[in-house]
């Protein structure tokens, strides 16, 4: 991976020249795994896969199993770069894939154009938790917009009220924004050819909320039965709890919040972060 430490997709290869050995656990619904290449000290090197089957994950008592992984794990040589490699990869990934299934993006109808097509993203965050009015986006925005004279999207963070100047209001399906968001919204869209997706994370929970007594069993759990949590930075909010996105009623939670804030604001998209990862 390019920092070293953190990697995305299922493969990996190794080059030389023109000469590549691709390896790739190909499989359909993207278990969590590990990917190990080491260098040896004296000659050679190893590529290996860490599996975490779920038979195993709950076994504390020291027995042992015996499992059968339900995906192929890969090796083959071939000719060529890091493209060939990922050739490789995608011809797997594009037939089998839970994903992918529906086919490539750039033929899908479910997927709007402009998504496809905008050649510039530009994110309106924070820096030290001071956030932009949305009077102010609209200013630079119009701004660069002017300047740049093509279709663009913004990712904006903090478009949402704050609670007594911390970090969130309440990281829960409850966003509410800004007065001034939705008419910046229309906007940017009408008159600048900008598309705003607005931020949201589909990971945490702030338990303080009243909606915490009907999500708690949503949240990923500990050995012991307490909820896996997560501090931020503001001192005075109480750690977040780490949800479950495979949970029906948490994905139907935040599938809820989703289409309240499109049919409130307006926007064209929402970015959830997150959401899968733990």
Request: hydrophobic share 40%.
């Amino acid at each position: 991976a390019p920092n070293g430490n953190e990697a995305t997709m299922q493969f990996a290869s190794v080059l030389n020249g023109g000469a590549g050995l691709y390896f790739g656990t190909h499989d359909p619904i993207s278990r969590m795994k590990l990917f190990v290449l080491q260098a040896k000290r004296n000659f050679g090197a190893s590529m290996s896969a860490v599996h975490f089957p779920h038979e195993c994950a709950n076994r504390s008592d020291g027995s042992s199993t015996t499992i059968e992984l339900p995906y192929d794990v890969v090796l083959r040589g071939f000719s060529g770069s890091w493209f060939d490699a990922a050739q490789i990869y995608r011809a797997w990934v594009l037939q089998e894939a839970v994903w992918t299934r529906q086919g490539p993006v750039s033929q899908r109808s479910d997927i709007p154009g402009w998504l496809k097509t905008t050649p510039l993203w530009v994110e309106f965050s924070f820096a030290r938790w001071q956030f932009a009015a949305p009077s102010g986006v609209q200013a630079q925005s119009a701004e660069l917009a002017e300047l740049l004279g093509v279709e663009w999207a913004l990712h904006y963070y903090v478009w949402y009220r704050l609670e007594q100047k911390d970090i969130v209001n309440a990281w829960t399906p409850k966003y509410t924004a800004l007065q001034d968001f939705p008419q910046l919204v229309k906007t940017l869209q009408h008159a600048h050819n900008v598309h705003v997706v607005p931020y949201t994370n589909g990971r945490i929970a702030d338990r303080r909320d009243a909606m915490w007594s009907n999500l708690s069993d949503s949240a990923c759990h500990q050995r012991d039965g307490n909820p896996y949590l997560e501090g931020w930075e503001a001192p005075t909010i109480p750690p977040y709890a780490l949800m479950d996105p495979a949970r029906a009623d948490w994905q139907d939670t935040f599938s809820d919040a989703v289409a309240h804030i499109q049919r409130t604001t307006g926007c064209e998209g929402i970015y959830i972060d997150q959401l899968s990862s733990f």
